[in-house]
């Protein structure tokens, strides 16, 4: 099994000391977070005068999801098994084709 996701939710708990037995299957929903765009700009406001390099351009919403993490590593390991299985097929008929022919 991979590794959770860490999100910010994670990393919260975590840093007040809860233990992991205790979250609920909750997480697994779809979270939204939305930004405020007072927040955007003084997010913006404290990158320029810490560095004075390109702004950083966030979008209003950022979605996170386990689900679609799961389907992309679902959707990886599906291509790995096929991969593997014609790599065996094709070793299988080269073995075949030094023996027997």
């Known amino acids: 099994m991979g590794k959770p996701l860490l999100t910010d939710d994670i990393i919260r708990r975590a840093g007040r000391g809860e233990d992991y037995a205790d979250w609920s299957a909750d997480d697994q929903e779809t979270k939204e977070i939305h930004f405020d765009r007072r927040d955007l700009e003084r997010l913006r406001q404290e990158?320029?005068?810490?560095?004075?390099?390109?702004?950083?351009?966030?979008?209003?919403?950022?979605?996170?999801?386990?689900?679609?993490?799961?389907?992309?590593?679902?959707?990886?390991?599906?291509?790995?098994?096929?991969?593997?299985?014609?790599?065996?097929?094709?070793?299988?008929?080269?073995?075949?084709?030094?023996?027997?022919?």
Request: positive net charge.
């Open 47 to 101: 990158q320029q005068n810490v560095d004075e390099t390109m702004p950083i351009h966030v979008e209003p919403s950022v979605i996170k999801s386990r689900r679609i993490e799961n389907e992309k590593r679902s959707l990886f390991q599906s291509k790995l098994n096929l991969i593997l299985l014609v790599l065996i097929l094709l070793g299988t008929a080269l073995v075949f084709a030094i023996f027997y022919l």
